[in-house]
């Protein structure tokens, strides 16, 4: 049979899309290295596991696996309705937050259109955007001597916005960073846009963050409809297996979103573990206790080895080393250790790595200490 190159036949923004990178699992590696009792910090999961209540409300669900589950969430939206105080209207549920970004890319984006996102940004804004062959404008990153290095420079995203830009993507915290930006800030900037650019702000770490600084941008829905805020369950709520995330916005965007929205794209465990979780104050408060000491733990220990350590108000570290990522990260997998290098942001000598327990946190600080000192 002639060999044929089927790239000729897909799209361009297809064609030359380099695809999302997932962490590496622990089988892999043990797998690839040999190595046993290896531990993942790299994806930014909740080291405590899921929420019980959530565990709980899964078992229940188990008989009904032959039914399909409700397309439209109806029991899962009532409850986001209720916790964030909108209307049902305002809620598209996704396949993890990922899904609801690629929807609006595919719903507001096309070739000739563009979204404007910052360099240092979350690695699905580009990819959504190549994919339906529209422009990205990617603004300059806070410098690395500013108080919050890396960050976003929202008057450098306000400037590359013209005529023709229709999405502006915004992670508060943001990945891989960590950075985040003054709740007060960020409304006057979102309040500083023409209509037609819709402001996408991300919050898929916001639980972790301790300060109220930051704000809740589901409050400013009811004034600014070019608003949509993106949450996730696989974070703080450590639903990542399950995969189901939402946006909230005006029922306007919703409404075209859900009309892209593929049936049952969240399952039915997803349905009733993101329900059961939403619920379960204690475990976030708890998750949120574990994560500020683990913070304090490796900001401490990560410095005291030369790192340089990026201000984070999410359940990672972004640190800088002296030499390589990609070869301390090699070092750490022989030791069996998992994080995540980052020179695909363009951050040759930088890991982020996730602020797991007490004992994790110290095992991935002796393999750095093991490896930088070799």
């Given at each position: 049979?002639?060999?044929?190159d089927?790239n000729?036949l897909a ?7 380099k695809?999302?990178?997932?962490g590496?699992?622990t089988?892999e590696?043990e797998?690839?290295?040999?190595v046993r009792?290896?531990?993942?910090l790299?994806?930014n999961e909740n080291?405590l ?39 049902p ?5 996704g ?5 609801v ?65 229709r999405?502006?993507f915004?992670a508060?915290?943001n990945n ?6 003054d709740g007060?800030?960020l ?5 500083s ?6 402001c996408?702000v ?12 930051l ?5 400013w829905?009811?004034?600014f ?5 993106t ?21 306007g965007?919703a409404?075209l979103?859900?009309?892209v ?11 009733t573990?993101?329900?059961a979780?939403?619920?379960d104050?204690?475990f976030?408060?708890r998750?949120r206790?574990v994560n ?11 410095e005291?080895?030369?790192?340089k350590?990026?201000p984070?108000a ?5 640190a ?14 022989r030791?069996?250790?998992i994080v ?7 951050l040759e ?7 797991g ?5 110290q ?12």
């Amino acid at each position: 049979m002639k060999h044929f190159d089927y790239n000729d036949l897909a799209v361009p923004g297809v064609r030359e899309l380099k695809p999302y990178t997932p962490g590496k699992p622990t089988s892999e590696l043990e797998r690839e290295y040999g190595v046993r009792d290896s531990i993942k910090l790299a994806s930014n999961e909740n080291p405590l596991g899921a929420s019980p209540m959530a565990i709980e409300a899964i078992r229940s669900e188990l008989d009904e696996l032959w039914l399909y589950p409700d397309a439209n969430g109806y029991f899962l939206k009532q409850a986001l309705a209720e916790h964030h105080d909108v209307d049902p209207a305002c809620i598209t549920l996704g396949n993890g937050s990922n899904d609801v970004l690629v929807f609006l890319a595919q719903v507001f984006l096309r070739p000739g259109l563009e979204a404007v996102f910052s360099q240092y940004c979350f690695a699905v804004y580009p990819i959504a955007t190549q994919m339906v062959g529209a422009t990205a404008r990617v603004a300059p990153a806070l410098p690395r001597d500013h108080v919050m290095p890396l960050g976003h420079d929202l008057r450098a995203l306000y400037e590359r916005i013209g005529p023709d830009t229709r999405l502006v993507f915004v992670a508060n915290p943001n990945n891989p960073t960590g950075t985040w930006l003054d709740g007060a800030r960020l409304e006057d900037f979102v309040a500083s846009l023409p209509p037609q650019v819709i402001c996408v702000v991300d919050e898929a770490y916001t639980e972790y963050a301790e300060s109220d600084r930051l704000g809740d941008a589901s409050t400013w829905l009811a004034r600014f409809p070019n608003l949509v805020v993106t949450r996730t369950f696989s974070k703080a709520y450590g639903l990542a297996g399950l995969r189901v995330g939402y946006a909230l916005s005006n029922p306007g965007i919703a409404d075209l979103l859900n009309r892209v929205r593929p049936a049952f794209n969240v399952n039915s465990l997803a349905l009733t573990a993101a329900r059961a979780a939403l619920a379960d104050q204690a475990f976030i408060d708890r998750s949120r206790e574990v994560n500020s000491r683990g913070m304090n733990q490796l900001t401490t220990g990560l410095e005291a080895l030369g790192a340089k350590v990026i201000p984070s108000a999410a359940n990672f570290i972004l640190a800088e080393f002296d030499r390589s990522g990609a070869e301390l990260n090699e070092r750490l997998l022989r030791a069996g250790v998992i994080v995540r290098p980052v020179a695909n942001y363009g951050l040759e000598n930088h890991l982020r790595i996730t602020i797991g327990t007490t004992e994790q946190n110290q095992r991935v600080l002796s393999a750095l200490a093991a490896g930088l000192g070799s």
